[in-house]
């Protein structure tokens, strides 16, 4: 007798963990838990249909057992949850004896315990980012799936800036499994500079850490959940955290004598740097702000005397001139603590290439997305160990226009008035601007003001770093992110 073809994901089944016929609605059903943490029924003898892609955790009620799991979106399935790649929905079934009903329980305890899910969580919430929905996004989105999946919390709201830094440095990392941001990429750059400032950072710093979207940008968990194919929500970043896979991140460190700031995401001076902060006053549009306040500066273009230096990665050794780079050093003798000092490279025996200014814009970056809708560097990996370097210079303003509307999809980097190229270690010395030169600019990283230049926006405030030169060297692979991959 000729069999109906199965579906093409059901080429090669996962093994089974345990298969037995169970009670679904008063009707006995084939079920089957597979090793891939899928529960499947049998349909006629004939056709295997997936009822739950994923398990959270169980219960059992009497002769029930209720598994919360994740279910396919689109897939048929009758569901509540929010946008993302999957929902929650609960299934219910009844196994025909006490023996059948335990062991299920086994497999499913079985099961859960294999997959190393993290079991504690320290969760910070950014109540004033973005549109100061972090709140609402973490009691309607976030916890309840940790609450599914049985993962303890420790809940902190930020109060101020720094705050969340202040907090990793003293804290006893050792009763978690992971800090989780529910944030922009403002909390997840003091985390990591709260734990590199510990005296046992070499063990903090492998704590992982989880993003879930709630700020302007976005752009270290939109670089995350896009290569797989997940939208940058709060349920596709959260179920992300709960299978608890991780992945190794590239740390910048941009040093100024014995100042230094670890950087995650990206720094940038000129053009990007100045949208970047002076929009901050529109902050309460979102990730408008970014466009609108853009418009208005690419019309009033500014121009940067000043002049780069870089190490570059094989194969970009074409891109500026050959240049001698003196680097500054430590003072012998210094106070170092115990706290990370940056990745102990010999930069002064590299073979350092420059470009001088004018220039419109220079922007590094660590990882893709620099907001949710802006892919700055295509090319970027999370720990490659180089940093991709775009270069603005003389650019008419029709054809900045265009390349700025192109920001979304990348192909701004194609753009002839562009430079793209990664490096390995990255010296800038910012200068006045061209049409005033008694005003300078701002440097930014990761969405902080390093350093405020003469008369730039709100250059009465003390930055942690002076407008004057800094020097950046990454460490491959220091950090650790939760990852859907």
């Not at 529960?39 to 003898?45: A, D, F, V």
């Not at 705050?163 to 909390?187: F, N, Q, T």
Request: glycine share 8%; aromatic share 8%.
């Amino acid at each position: 007798m000729d069999r109906q073809p199965e579906r093409e994901n059901d080429e090669l089944p996962s093994p089974a963990i345990i298969s037995d016929r169970v009670l679904v609605n008063g009707v006995v059903t084939p079920l089957t838990l597979t090793a891939e943490g899928e529960l499947r029924s049998t349909e006629s003898g004939r056709r295997k249909s997936t009822l739950a892609k994923e398990i959270l955790s169980f219960v059992v009620e009497g002769n029930k057992v209720r598994v919360k799991t994740l279910v396919e979106k689109g897939g048929g399935i009758c569901c509540r949850g929010s946008a993302g790649d999957y929902a929650r929905n609960d299934f219910v079934f009844e196994p025909l004896s006490d023996e059948s009903r335990k062991l299920w329980s086994d497999k499913f305890h079985q099961h859960l315990v294999s997959l190393g899910r993290p079991k504690k969580l320290f969760v910070f919430v950014n109540p004033f980012g973005g549109k100061k929905t972090a709140r609402k996004i973490f009691q309607e989105e976030v916890k309840p799936l940790f609450e599914d999946a049985n993962i303890q919390l420790e809940i902190q709201e930020t109060k101020y800036q720094l705050h969340a830094k202040e907090i990793v440095r003293s804290m006893d990392v050792s009763k978690y499994d992971g800090i989780v941001c529910v944030s922009g990429d403002g909390i997840l750059v003091e985390v990591v500079n709260g734990l590199l400032e510990r005296e046992d950072w070499k063990t903090a710093i492998k704590l992982p850490i989880g993003m879930v979207p709630a700020g302007s940008g976005n752009g270290m968990i939109k670089s995350l959940l896009e290569p797989v194919g997940l939208p940058c929500s709060a349920t596709s970043a959260t179920i992300s955290i709960i299978r608890g896979r991780t992945r190794s991140l590239d740390v910048a460190t941009i040093s100024q004598g014995t100042t230094k700031f670890f950087s995650v995401l990206m720094l940038a001076w000129g053009l990007v740097a100045d949208i970047d902060i002076e929009s901050e006053k529109f902050r309460w549009m979102g990730s408008a702000r970014f466009d609108i306040y853009g418009l208005q500066r690419i019309i009033c273009l500014r121009q940067y005397h000043g002049r780069i230096l870089f190490v570059p990665a094989p194969g970009f050794e074409s891109y500026g001139q050959r240049a001698s780079c003196s680097i500054d050093k430590e003072p012998s003798g210094s106070d170092k603590t115990l706290v990370y000092q940056g990745p102990d490279s010999k930069l002064e025996n590299l073979d350092w290439r420059e470009m001088k200014g004018p220039f419109v814009s220079v922007w590094l970056h660590n990882v893709p997305w620099g907001a949710e809708n802006t892919l700055a560097a295509p090319d970027a990996k999370f720990s490659d160990g180089f940093l991709d370097l775009i270069v603005m210079k003389d650019c008419p303003k029709l054809a900045l226009l265009s390349l700025m509307t192109k920001l979304s999809d990348g192909t701004h980097v194609q753009s002839p008035y562009a430079s793209y190229l990664k490096v390995k270690a990255f010296v800038l010395e910012p200068g006045a601007r061209i049409d005033e030169p008694d005003k300078e600019g701002i440097i930014d990283s990761d969405g902080e003001v390093l350093a405020r230049g003469r008369k730039s926006y709100k250059c009465d405030q003390k930055a942690l770093m002076s407008y004057d030169k800094l020097q950046i060297s990454v460490d491959q692979g220091l950090a650790t992110l939760f990852s859907p991959e």
